[in-house]
């Protein structure tokens, strides 16, 4: 299933990024929906200032994601774990090989190619030099380029690119319920698109027989 290589993005919901901050009831609403569907994976970072109403929002409900967070010095990993005692993954946020070794972090947050090193998680724009490159490790940000793709690309074009590398996960980051609803439409079109492309049971059958 497509849904479940999404994660989901959520810089705004603790600050301006691209569009406004996301209000706190609209955050909720698309939580609900998030965990509701099948993705079970948020990308934060300390820097992103929501690491409360996250965590408010699992404990309220009772709904658990999987959470990769994101640091920039050691001292912010304390805080990280205390929010989120079960983290998946914490990555460097940016090339960072010191804090890499001497925190032993799970992977990093990238922009370049030279900056790839061994890790279990690299997470990376979505750039020409990086598509070949990508596996199961490769964690894919920036599909929609913050807005600027989608200029010259429908979002259903921009999620159809995601999909077919080879990358492990897709981040996309959302500003409303209505947003991630539009995701989900257009990935379960591919879905759909991408089942159709094979014969059915009766057609293979007929075939091989």
């Not at 569009?19 to 609209?26: I, L, T």
């Not at 309220?60 to 912010?76: D, L, M, Q, Y």
């Not at 790839?116 to 998680?121: A, G, V, Y």
């Not at 996960?169 to 879905?191: A, P, Q, T």
């Amino acid at each position: 299933m497509r849904i479940e290589r999404l994660v989901l993005g959520t810089v705004q919901f603790g600050m301006d990024y691209v569009f406004k901050k996301v209000s706190p009831a609209e955050v909720y609403k698309i939580l609900h929906y998030a965990h509701d569907i099948g993705i079970d994976t948020l990308d934060t970072a300390y820097a992103y200032g929501n690491y409360d109403i996250l965590s408010s929002f699992m404990n309220e409900t009772g709904k658990r994601f999987e959470i990769i967070s994101k640091i920039k010095t050691s001292w912010e990993l304390w805080p990280t774990l205390e929010y989120f005692p079960k983290l998946k993954a914490c990555l460097t946020h940016g090339f960072d090989e010191e804090l890499l070794e001497g925190v032993v972090l799970d992977g990093m947050s990238i922009y370049e190619t030279n900056e790839i090193r061994d890790c279990d998680i690299l997470q990376v724009p979505m750039i020409d030099e990086f598509i070949p490159l990508l596996d199961e490790h490769y964690h894919l940000r920036s599909i929609f380029g913050r807005g600027r793709k989608l200029k010259s690309n429908t979002v259903g074009e921009c999620l159809e690119k995601a999909f077919n590398t080879k990358a492990g996960k897709i981040v996309v980051g959302v500003d409303s319920l209505e947003h991630l609803r539009k995701i989900v439409k257009e990935v379960r079109s591919l879905e759909a698109k991408s089942d159709s492309n094979y014969p059915s049971k009766t057609v293979f059958n007929s075939i091989t027989v």
